[in-house]
C-alpha cells in the first residue's frame, strides 16, 4: 500500500473543489512505475470533430431551422471505475487512513482507464441508439439537435433536446451516475471551456479566457532583466496544453509551438528547469498579439471546396541555384536565385520559401477569402503549410 499526498484544488467557474491525489511526489512514486507507453496518446474529440458535425447539419439544414447545442458530464468520472494498479492507495484524513480502491484524480494511467470505458459508452450510444452527431471529451458529451425537438426526462421533471435525453435514459440503463447541473443546453454554451454557437457556427472564447491566456503568453515572451527566465518541465507541459486547447478556436496559431516543443523534446524530469530562449518568447508575443486581434473561428470557412472553383492557381519549384513561380491565369512568372547562406542546404527550404513568395504576392492580387491551388512536386512543403508543425530551422517560414 502507498500513501501519497492528497491536495484540494478549485474547478473552474464553480466554487467547487477538485479532490487531488498527488502520485507523481518523491522518486518513488506510484507514477513512477506506471508504463506511460500503455497510457499515453489516446485520442480525444476535439472541435475539429464537432465543427464537422455541425457544417455537415448546417447545409442540410435547407429549412434554416433554429438549433441547440447540449452537453452532459459523467459526475465522479473516474472514481467510477476502480483504478489499474494493483498497488492499493491509502488515502490520509485527520490521522486516519482510508483504502481508495477507485481510480484516483493523479494516477497517469486514470485517464487512459476512463477514456477507453467512455469510448465504449460513445460507440454504444451511436449504433445502439442512433446518437450519430455524438462528441466526447473524457467526461464531456455533446451535440445538437432542433430547438423545437424535446423529450421529457422524467427523473429531472424537465425536458432536454431529444438526443441529450437518449443519452441520459442510456446512462440511466448502465448505472453510470450524473447530476441535474451538469446536464445543460442552449443557442450558444461552453464545450470544454470554449463558446459554440451552431447557429453563427462560431467558435470562441469568454474575453475572461482571451485576456487570460494572453496575460500568461506575454508573462512567458518577457525578457528579464539582469538573469535568464527558467521554468520546470511541468509548467511547459501546463502552457503547452493550454495553447493546445486555445488552437481549437485560433488553428492558425500552430506555429508558436515548434520551437516551444523541440525545447523540452527528450526531457523527462518534471522538475527538471529549462530556460525560455528568444526564439520562444518570439513566437508565444506573435501568438498573444494573433490572439488579441481576433474574435475567433468561423466554422464555414473550414468547409471543403473543389480545386476547379479556385480563383487563383499558381505553380511553384525550386532547385539548389533558384526558385520561381507562375501563375497559370496571367501566364505571368516570378524567379530568383536562392538565398545566400540559408539555415540548411535542404531542396525542401528552397520550395518551402517559393511558396511563400508565391502566397505573399497572390494576396495581394486577390480578394479577401479567395480560393487559391498551389501546385508543388514536394510533399514536405505540402505538409507543414497544411499541418502548421514543422522544425524550428522552417518555423520562420510559417
Known amino acids: 500500500m502507498y500513501c501519497m499526498p492528497v491536495h484540494a484544488v478549485p474547478k473552474p467557474n464553480s466554487s467547487d473543489l ?46 434554416h431551422q433554429k438549433t441547440v447545442i447540449w452537453k452532459s458530464d459523467i459526475a465522479l468520472c473516474l472514481s467510477t471505475l476502480t483504478g489499474r494498479s ?120 469568454s474575453a475572461e479566457c482571451q485576456c487570460d491566456l494572453c496575460d500568461t503568453l506575454y508573462a512567458w515572451a518577457i525578457k528579464p532583466v539582469g538573469r535568464k527566465s527558467n521554468y520546470r518541465l511541468k509548467h511547459w507541459q501546463q502552457m503547452g496544453k493550454w495553447i493546445n486547447w486555445a488552437l481549437n478556436v485560433f488553428p492558425l496559431l500552430r506555429p508558436c509551438l515548434n520551437n516551444f516543443y523541440h525545447k523540452i523534446s527528450g526531457i523527462h524530469d518534471l522538475t ?18 494573433h490572439i488579441e486581434s481576433t474574435n475567433g473561428i468561423w466554422m464555414l470557412w473550414a468547409s471543403n471546396w473543389d480545386p476547379l472553383s479556385a480563383n487563383f ?26 538565398p545566400e547562406n540559408p539555415p540548411t542546404s535542404a531542396i525542401f527550404y528552397f520550395k518551402a520559401i517559393c511558396m511563400l513568395c508565391a502566397l505573399q504576392n497572390i494576396s495581394m492580387r486577390v480578394e479577401p477569402n479567395s480560393r487559391i491551388v498551389i501546385y508543388t512536386d514536394n510533399l514536405n512543403t505540402i505538409q507543414i503549410f497544411n499541418s502548421l508543425a514543422c522544425l524550428p530551422t522552417y518555423n520562420h517560414i510559417l
Not at 491525489?21 to 512514486?29: G, I, K, L, V
Not at 527538471?272 to 498579439?289: E, G, K, Q, T
Open 86 to 205: 494493483n498497488r492499493l492507495t491509502v488515502n490520509t484524513v485527520d490521522g486516519l487512513r482510508y483504502v481508495d480502491r477507485n481510480n484516483p484524480f493523479g494516477n497517469s494511467s486514470s485517464a487512459a482507464i476512463f477514456i477507453s470505458f467512455n469510448s465504449l459508452i460513445a460507440w454504444i450510444t451511436r449504433h445502439k441508439r442512433g446518437i450519430m452527431n455524438l462528441a466526447t471529451y473524457i467526461d464531456n458529451s455533446s451535440g445538437f439537435d432542433y430547438e423545437d425537438d424535446l423529450l421529457p426526462y422524467e427523473p429531472y421533471a424537465t425536458s432536454f433536446p431529444r438526443h441529450q435525453t437518449i443519452l441520459l435514459q442510456l446512462w440511466d440503463k448502465l448505472s453510470i451516475p450524473h447530476k441535474l447541473k451538469k446536464q445543460i443546453f442552449g443557442p450558444i454554451i461552453p464545450v470544454i471551456g470554449i463558446n459554440i454557437d451552431p447557429n453563427a457556427m462560431t467558435l470562441t472564447l
Open 313 to 338: 492557381i499558381a505553380y511553384c519549384d525550386a532547385c539548389p541555384e533558384g526558385l520561381g513561380y507562375w501563375f497559370l491565369s496571367s501566364s505571368l512568372g516570378f524567379c530568383a536565385p536562392t
Open 272 to 289: 527538471r528547469c529549462i530556460w525560455v530562449n528568444n526564439s520562444v518568447r518570439d513566437d508565444l508575443s506573435w501568438a498573444a498579439h
Open 18 to 63: 477538485h479532490m487531488v491525489t498527488d502520485h507523481s511526489a518523491s522518486p518513488f512514486s506510484l507514477n513512477s512505475m506506471v508504463n506511460h507507453d500503455l497510457v499515453t496518446g489516446y485520442p480525444l474529440d476535439n472541435m475539429t470533430h464537432l465543427g464537422e458535425m455541425l457544417i455537415s447539419h448546417h447545409f442540410s439544414n435547407v429549412h
